[in-house]
């Protein structure tokens, strides 16, 4: 599985962003896709996460409403749209990947920058 971050870039408070990750290597049946994210000096962080097959979506708490996860399935492509951005959403994204039935994600990106500043 290979997965293929890419969107970030610096955008100032308030604006937006649409992050893209695209995945290969398999069917992705099954899967569950995740964003995670790490801002400097923090662990990294669950974001958001879909399940392949219906579009099932999770957010954490601290993003709700201002990020929407979605995937393209023609495309094999998961992205994961950011409004109103503030300075704490500065951080490396990361997309990742699992099997429905795994209890951790065992497949990752290579992480896009975002940051946020005026």
């Known amino acids: 599985v290979q997965l293929q971050a890419s969107g970030g870039g610096l955008v100032q408070p308030g604006g937006s962003l649409r992050l893209s990750c695209a995945a290969s290597g398999r069917t992705f049946t099954n899967w569950v896709m995740g964003w995670f994210r790490q801002a400097p000096g923090k662990e990294r962080e669950f974001v958001a996460s879909?399940?392949?097959?219906?579009?099932?979506?999770a957010y954490a708490d601290s993003v709700k409403g201002r990020f929407t996860i979605s995937r393209e399935k023609d495309k094999n492509t998961v992205y994961l749209q950011i409004i109103s951005l503030k300075p704490e959403d500065t951080a490396v994204y990361y997309c990742?990947?699992?099997?429905?039935?795994?209890?951790?994600?065992?497949?990752w990106g290579q992480g896009t920058q975002v940051t946020v500043s005026s």
């Open positions: 879909i399940t392949w097959n219906v579009g099932t979506t």
């Open positions: 990742a990947a699992r099997p429905s039935m795994a209890r951790i994600y065992n497949h």
